[in-house]
């Protein structure tokens, strides 16, 4: 099953705008991250939050989260083309007898036109 | 500095037979998952191992099988194959630490085509 879920689905903007993609999810979690993933290859991290932070930044990349809603907010600003790829939230909360995994989302795939 | 490495990168077998993938973690790496992709969409979860043990396990069938040797490298073995099977493989490592802030590296994966 899969808690995390991206909107929207598919992002199209212009080089050079900022891209905000956004993640709901159910359960109470430990921390959640942002992964990047190009053309159906491996998944790249790129940023975690602890559910007890509230905004966290990493070079271009800012990412909220709002566990009293529980959703999270990736954005991406001064996007490149290179920034083309499929990006997925991931949950990591408490599965029991003392482990925590990780739920990817069905991801947001954006692209950024030259 | 190696990172996660998987093989075969594409893989085709028709119903009823029995894959094994393999993956090497990235090295200091102690803990291993695996995750199925179908296309379009997020990886599912399948298990994961720790001190040559299956540590957690998702919602999959006991066709799924694993195992960690000492080296900390893992096999995935999946049994009478089912075109359902057919997806993008992941593995994933993590090192163990005292704070439960594992992030995770992932290999390119291997592809499954189940004809």
């Known amino acids: 099953s899969q808690q995390g879920e991206e909107d929207p689905q598919a992002l199209s903007i212009q080089e050079g705008e900022n891209a905000t993609m956004n993640c709901s999810y159910k359960t109470s979690i430990n921390n959640l991250q942002w992964y990047r993933q190009n053309s159906g290859r491996g998944l790249v991290h790129l940023i975690l939050i602890r559910s007890n932070e509230r905004e966290k930044h990493s070079g271009r990349l800012r990412v909220t989260l709002d566990t009293s809603k529980k959703s999270s907010s990736l954005l991406i600003t001064a996007s490149r083309a290179a920034d083309t790829a499929s990006y997925f939230c991931a949950t990591d909360a408490y599965s029991g007898a003392g482990s925590y995994q990780l739920t990817f989302g069905k991801g947001t795939k954006l692209s950024v036109i030259p | 500095d190696a990172g996660v490495t998987q093989s075969p990168t594409h893989l085709i077998k028709t119903r009823g037979q029995q894959v094994t993938l393999r993956c090497s973690p990235k090295?200091?790496?102690?803990?291993v998952s695996w995750y199925q992709q179908a296309l379009g969409q997020g990886p599912q979860f399948i298990f994961q191992?720790?001190?040559?043990?299956?540590?957690q396990r998702g919602n999959f069938p006991d066709r799924f099988s694993g195992h960690q040797f000492p080296n900390y490298s893992s096999e995935l073995n999946v049994n009478a194959l089912l075109l359902g099977d057919s997806a993008l493989y992941l593995c994933a490592s993590s090192l163990v630490t005292g704070v439960h802030d594992e992030k995770l590296f992932f290999g390119s994966g291997t592809q499954l085509s189940v004809l």
């Open positions: 191992y720790y001190e040559e043990e299956e540590r």
């Open positions: 090295s200091g790496h102690d803990t």
